[in-house]
Structure formats: C-alpha cells, structure tokens
C-alpha cells in the first residue's frame, strides 16, 4: 500500500476539481432552464394538446 502524500494531495485536488465542474454544470442547466422555461412550458403544452386532440379525434372516429 502506498501512503504518500503527493499522490494523496493529487487525488484530493483531483476530486476536488471534479465537485467543481459537477457545481458548475448544475449551474449552468439551471441557468439555461430558468431562461427559456416559459417557452418550453408553451411547447410542452402545445405538443399535450395537440396528443389529446388526436386522441379524442381517432376515439370519436372509432366509434363509428
């Protein structure tokens, strides 16, 4: 087993480097999702309304 330091101060930067760019990409999705969340919400909403229309349409349609 091998206890030196700098190979355990490399790891400890290692992680340290990695919670890092883990931090910083959360941030950077959650900025982007805070910048476009509305329109986003109008596309989900659109594309749910458009499923159940079809969904209604070909309901009605069978039923002949």
Known sequence: MNNDPQRW???LVS???SVLMGA???YGA???LSQVWTEL???VVLVVA???AV???RF???RW
């Open 55 to 57: 969904a209604v349409w």
């Open 24 to 26: 910083l990409a959360l």
């Open 41 to 43: 919400l109008v596309v």
């Open 9 to 11: 101060l490399d790891r």
């Open 50 to 52: 458009a499923v159940v």
């Open 15 to 17: 992680a340290c480097v």
């Open 60 to 62: 009605r349609q069978s």
């Open 30 to 32: 959650v900025w982007l």
